[in-house]
């Protein structure tokens, strides 16, 4: 099993920022990509931002320019900067692991979350 931990979201003014960190523990054999994906009240769950294990990043229009994604492959961990942020922006994000364990499998963890709300 791995467990992903999100942490760093809060209140803050439009055109604020803030950094997200989402740390991966427990049997970690291979993370291969992590996402990002936010929900917001009464709307479906939507991809953010998604970084491969080689680096390489991909956005959803609506964050391209404002939101960074990036990883630090050895603490398992991995950040998305939020800038000049929107009252659009508010809700809870969440990361996904695919990962591969010894055996080849490939599983999809999440997190529990981390509400950001921008105040107008």
């Known amino acids: 099993q791995v467990q992903l931990v999100e942490s760093g979201g809060g209140l803050v003014q439009a055109g604020g920022s803030l950094r997200l960190s989402c740390v991966a523990s427990g049997r970690i054999f291979r993370i291969n990509t992590m996402a990002w994906y936010r929900q917001a009240p009464g709307k479906q769950r939507e991809l953010v931002a998604e970084i491969y294990s080689g680096g390489s990043t991909n956005y959803a229009d609506s964050v391209k320019g404002r939101f960074t994604a990036s990883r630090d492959n050895d603490k398992n961990t991995v950040y998305l900067q939020l800038n000049s942020l929107k009252p659009e922006d508010t809700a809870v994000y969440s990361c996904?692991?695919?990962?591969?364990?010894?055996?080849?499998?490939?599983?999809?963890?999440w997190g529990q979350g981390t509400q950001v709300t921008v105040s107008s």
């Open positions: 996904k692991a695919d990962h591969t364990n010894r055996f080849g499998g490939r599983d999809d963890y």
